[in-house]
């Protein structure tokens, strides 16, 4: 079945440090990838999209996320955390032939200060 | 634009009643979804309609069905109420460049509680 593997559910790092969210899916063929922001008690909100092209694409917030198809693979980085970066990230992936989204569990991101 | 919005942002139900829950999104797409979020679980497709007058089944249909009602609008009704169905459901639609799959806009959600 095709699935999405967030294997991080919490992650905390301090005001100021990098961050790196793993994203993993099954499947073969190159799907359409996102990741989304959630803030408590809020909808989603897009961060950034893979389609094609450039493996490495740069999104809002100062957020990007790379593309290796060897590992199929989309992690989200951000150089320099801050506080406001503090929700629950989710990736999501339109697999080939498809058109809704599927989501991964998510990873609740926890920033001190 | 609004984008997508849902009502109600809030419902308390009890065991057995029906409710219906509302959606509209002012940007001309054509696919519309509904998909709901449970703890530790991300969001999962309950229905989706590719284009007015279409619907399809999702990931847990269960218990659920939905109208598309016209192009805008997209509502998803419980005829009786679970406590399984507790839950965050959120609306999207689908933005489509030359025919491609592009992104999907989520509405706020509505938080339901069924006692």
Redesign the interface.
Known sequence: AQS?TQPD?HITVSEGASLELRCNYSYGATP?L?W?VQSPG???Q?LL?Y?SGDTLVQGIKGFEAEFKRSQSSFNLRKPSVHWSDAAEY?C?V?FTGR????????TRLQVQP | NAGVTQTPKFQVLKTGQSMTLQCAQDMNHN?M?W?RQDP??????IY?S?SEGTTDK?EVPNGYNVSRLNKREFSLRLESAAPSQTSVY?C?S?QTRGG??????????TRLTVL
């Open positions: 999405v559910i359409y996102f989304y809020q909808g989603l897009l999209k389609f989710f999501a339109v058109r809704a989204l599927t989501f991964g569990s998510g | 696919s979804y998909y530790g679980m991300g969001l999962r497709l989706y590719a999702g959120f999207a689908l491609r799959t592009d992104t999907q806009y989520f509405g706020p959600g």
